[in-house]
């Protein structure tokens, strides 16, 4: 059974910084990419941050772009978002989403199949 | 960026009924188009992905369609426990936009 389990939210205070981890387990890890995607109070969903397989590629949203680093550990089947400057309008649940591909008109194509149960992060003085 | 619109934003429908949610790209995606679940306080599930492919043990009342920029997500008869709101989201490349969402009540 494929989990995903979140961790590290919390309050911080804006201008600070948090570091999430998700912990995956119930398949192969290092053959998956994996995402960030958040959900603030009453709002959508915004995702946030992408990371291949291997780390060889890395996309981030642009309000997240400079102050956001995603990161992943193959050997311990953990992802990583180390989150600097917060702003209050980071405040949002955070969850990882596992991506599944498929190859199609000359790429691979990704769509998110598997969601953790998140963590709430609170950017407020 | 493309941009993803999502009508209408909010409905309300009797049980047994047909509803159909309607999802726009602000540019062509050919069908790389995902929707999504979210019961109140849960975690999203994917229902459907390239457009109108169910995903593993979705009822078969969800359908999905279209291709270009326009889609629709159907549920055929609408039951209590679809009471969630459903997201629209392209996967043709990166940024992997969603739309803000279209939530359902029961009448």
């Known amino acids: 059974e494929v989990q995903l389990v979140e961790s590290g939210g919390g309050l911080v205070q804006p201008g600070g910084s948090l570091r999430l981890s998700c912990a995956a387990s119930g398949f192969t890890f290092n053959g998956y990419s994996m995402n960030w995607v958040r959900q603030a109070p009453g709002k959508g969903l915004e995702w946030v941050s992408y990371i291949s397989s291997s780390s060889s590629t890395i996309y981030y949203a642009d309000s997240v772009k400079g102050r956001f680093t995603i990161s992943r550990d193959n050997a311990k089947n953990s992802l990583s978002l180390q989150m600097n400057s917060l702003r209050a309008e980071d405040t949002a649940v955070y969850y990882c989403?596992?991506?599944?591909?498929?190859?199609?008109?000359?790429?691979?194509?990704?769509?998110?199949?598997?969601w953790g149960q998140g963590t709430l992060v609170t950017v407020s003085s | 960026d493309i941009q993803m619109t999502q009508s209408p934003s909010s409905l309300s429908a009797s049980v047994g009924d047909r509803v159909t949610i309607t999802c726009r790209a602000s540019q062509g995606i050919s069908n790389y188009l995902a929707w999504y679940q979210q019961k109140p306080g849960k975690v999203p599930k994917l229902l459907i992905y390239?457009?109108?492919t169910l995903q593993s043990g979705v009822p078969s009342r969800f359908s999905g369609s279209g291709s270009g920029t326009d889609f629709t997500l159907t549920i055929s008869s609408l039951q209590p426990e679809d009471v969630a709101t459903y997201y629209c989201?392209?996967?043709?490349?990166?940024?992997?936009?969603f739309g803000q969402g279209t939530k359902v009540a029961i009448k």
């Open positions: 989201q392209k996967y043709n490349s990166a940024p992997w936009t």
């Open positions: 989403a596992r991506s599944t591909s498929y190859y199609d008109s000359g790429s691979y194509r990704y769509y998110f199949d598997y």
């Open positions: 390239a457009a109108s």
